[in-house]
């Protein structure tokens, strides 16, 4: 966990993804497993933002679909994200639809947004936030947005690459995300320096993305 | 995290704390938000049962040749832009071909078509290609400006001062003055005028000598295209006794337009004023 910090550490590994699973696509069992490990983070996270704790098992069948399918893939690495990532929510999506035949209580809800106001800066503000806490802020959002900014950050797709797994347009995914961040930063309670900050980065890393 | 996955291999198989996030290097402001929640959310544990489930799935599909199976649309996640762009270079060099031979099309036919469709004087036949009309003689040029005019006095007035010389020769006039134009640029003529052409000089080898001499002949025949504006004027200068007498009927205010666009500034002043008296001449 040492050196990324970066938001878009995931896509580092593009080119090592793209050849591993170049490889896999051969036949090397080596090689897909390390596309897995590569993969598997983000999407687990993806995953949690969409399903809560059945995350896990939604990622098993996602992969197996994954593993199934490997040969009809074509693309990079960054494709490969992109690809799993619809695979991933398809799956999530179907799980839902189950949830709602058969309900089940709610997973989160609740004190999920009793946020530290009171930080005097941003960095005590970021520095307290578990992962929970971030899974609930992220999950407090209308769902466009958090799936948006879990695409983005914690997937690492680009924006077109966003609108392609959730078949919307660009610049619909775009700005979602955008405001998503902005509330969440607003949320953690640093809307002053953040809210600003994040309204600089929105337009930026957001106008970078292919 | 990086190192873990760069070094692959079973150290990634450690169980991590579910608050690990505190203490997590972030830079300032925007991307520390992101990093945030990226370091947050990201579930950097692998489980190695997981990644074990997915491998013998990976392995049963290899085996049993699940993974020669099709690329369906969905599949292809191949980077856009390569193939937005080959299709946009497609797109360019058809257009490019396109204009090209419409434009070959069009310097070839417009001279030719244009004796059709007017009524001789040639006055339309500059205009459509008068600017690549360099190896043209310079007085066709201020002809093409004059006889338009004059067109426009005759077809008011129907004065006939307008074609000198028969239709044939204008079009062997056109088509020549087609062919000098492409052969410039280094092309050919449209096989229907190219023939047309041919026919006329007596063969392919007669065509420049005949198109020197059709030139030669069409720059004098262009004389009384020059001379209809003189009469034009004449008429003109003549008008003011006339336009009273013909109490300002409808050829005189024909005449008065025809003027107002041949002769420009030097009659402007007076059919006006006897426009006006005119009227008010007649009226009573």
């Known amino acids: 966990m040492g050196q990324g910090g970066k938001p878009r550490r995931a896509q580092a590994y593009d080119g090592e993804l793209g050849a591993a699973v170049e490889r896999a696509q051969e036949g090397d069992e080596a090689a897909f497993a390390a596309a897995y490990r590569i993969v598997q983070p983000g999407l687990l996270g993806y995953l949690r933002g969409l399903v809560g704790e059945d995350a896990e098992d939604v990622a098993s069948d996602a992969w197996l679909e994954i593993a199934r399918d490997l040969g009809r893939f074509k693309g990079d690495g960054a494709g490969f994200r992109g690809w799993t990532a619809t695979i991933a929510r398809h799956r999530a999506l179907d799980h839902l639809r189950r949830q709602r035949v058969r309900p089940r209580p709610a997973v989160l809800e609740a004190d999920v947004l009793e946020l530290p106001g009171t930080h005097s800066t941003h960095e005590q503000a970021l520095e307290s936030i578990s992962t929970e806490r971030a899974l609930d802020m992220v999950r407090g959002l209308p769902r466009d947005q958090a799936e948006a900014v879990l695409l983005r950050v914690v997937v690492g797709l680009d924006g077109p690459a966003s609108a392609r797994v959730l078949g919307k347009r660009p610049g619909a995914v775009r700005t979602a995300a955008y405001r998503g961040l902005k509330r969440l930063a607003r949320e953690l309670g640093v809307a002053g320096a953040a809210g600003e900050g994040v309204t600089d980065d929105g337009s930026r890393t957001l106008g970078e993305s292919k | ?284």
């Open chain 2, 1 to 284: 995290m990086g190192e873990r996955l760069s070094g692959g291999g079973t150290s990634g198989r450690r169980h991590a704390h579910p608050d690990a996030v505190s203490g997590h290097p972030y830079t300032d402001g925007d991307a520390g938000l992101e990093a945030l929640i990226a370091a947050a959310v990201r579930q950097d544990v692998i489980d190695a049962e997981a990644e074990q489930r997915a491998v013998a799935a990976f392995r049963t599909a290899r085996d049993t040749g699940a993974h020669r199976a099709r690329t369906r649309r969905r599949d292809d996640w191949r980077p856009r832009e390569r193939r937005a762009r080959l299709s946009m270079r497609a797109t360019l060099s058809v257009l490019a071909a396109g204009l090209t031979l419409g434009g070959v099309a069009y310097a070839a036919m417009g001279p030719g078509a244009s004796p059709d469709g007017d009524d001789g004087t040639g006055g339309s036949r500059p205009g459509t290609s008068a600017p690549d009309h360099a190896q043209q003689p310079s007085t066709s040029a201020p002809s093409a400006t004059e006889s338009s005019a004059a067109s426009a006095a005759s077809s008011a007035s129907s004065a006939s001062g307008g074609p000198s010389h028969p239709e044939s020769a204008q079009d062997a006039e056109a088509h020549c003055s087609a062919y000098e134009q492409v052969k410039a640029q280094g092309r050919v003529l449209d096989a229907p005028a190219w023939q047309r052409l041919v026919a006329a000089a007596g063969g392919e080898d007669e065509v420049e000598a005949y198109c020197a001499s059709v030139t030669a002949t069409a720059v004098p025949s262009a004389g009384p295209g020059t001379s209809l504006p003189s009469a034009g004027a004449d008429r003109a200068t003549a008008r003011p006794d006339r336009t009273p007498a013909d109490s300002s009927g409808g050829t005189g205010a024909d005449d008065g337009a025809g003027d107002a666009a041949g002769n420009g500034t030097g009659n402007d002043g007076t059919p006006a004023p006897t426009a006006t008296r005119g009227g008010t001449g007649s009226r009573p």
